[in-house]
T-cell receptor, first 117, second 117 residues
């Protein structure tokens, strides 16, 4: 069975600080997909990034970066120079490949990020 | 290009009543998913469709729950004889598993918040 653990329930930082959100996953599949979603106070889940299990390259998109390490089953998310608008709940999710395509998502319990001035 | 829409956005019902929610996916997407999210938790998978076929159902989906996607476009989720434990946010997502539109990521709607009194 697949499982996603986000051990950090809540993180508070001051604007412009860097912050890393941790994600550890468990799966028996050799092919799987990892995702990060953002859920702002409005409630709608917003897709941020997807990584494939066969591609361990880290990725940077503006102030966001992701560190995927299969050896430790981790897929951590760093926000550089955080801003108040980054305040939200962030979810890490896993999808095991099924007939060659991703199907249901298994989510972690989320990390609430509070960025203050 | 419209996103995933859900109706109603909020529903308050008395215990024992039946409720039905509707989800309209992104128009080119052939896969549609239902999730349930309770306070402080990540979304939990309920069921998903590829076109009109319901391909997987979670054990969370008791006999009181039924989902349909009769023409492969919009979907409905019905809960019969609601219980207080059904109070949650019901999320719908869609993705494409076809040709050039193929995407592993799921795009979520704003959700329907159900309160059972």
């Amino acid at each position: 069975a697949q499982k996603v653990t986000q051990a950090q329930t809540e993180i508070s930082v001051v604007e412009k600080e860097d912050v890393t959100l941790d994600c550890v996953y468990e799966t028996r599949d050799t092919t799987y997909y990892l995702f990060w979603y953002k859920q702002p106070p409005s409630g709608e889940l917003v897709f941020l990034i997807r990584r494939n299990s066969f591609d361990e390259q880290n990725e940077i998109s503006g102030r966001y970066s992701w560190n995927f390490q299969k050896s430790t089953s981790s897929f951590n998310f760093t926000i550089t120079a955080s801003q108040v608008v980054d305040s939200a709940v962030y979810f890490c999710a896993l999808s095991e490949a099924n007939t060659g395509t991703a199907s249901k998502l298994t989510f972690g319990t989320g990390t609430r990020l509070q960025v203050t001035l | 290009d419209t996103g995933v829409s859900q109706n109603p956005r909020h529903k308050i019902t008395k215990r024992g009543q039946n409720v039905t929610f509707r989800c309209d996916p992104i128009s080119e997407h052939n896969r549609l998913y239902w999730y349930r999210q309770t306070l402080g938790q990540g979304p939990e998978f309920l069921t998903y469709f590829q076109n009109e076929a319901q391909l997987e159902k979670s054990r969370l989906l008791s006999d009181r729950f039924s989902a349909e996607r009769p023409k492969g476009s919009f979907s409905t989720l019905e809960i019969q004889r609601t219980e207080q434990g059904d109070s949650a946010m019901y999320l719908c997502a869609s993705s494409s598993a076809v040709g050039q539109l193929f995407s592993y990521e799921q795009y979520f709607g704003p959700g329907t918040r159900l309160t059972v009194t």
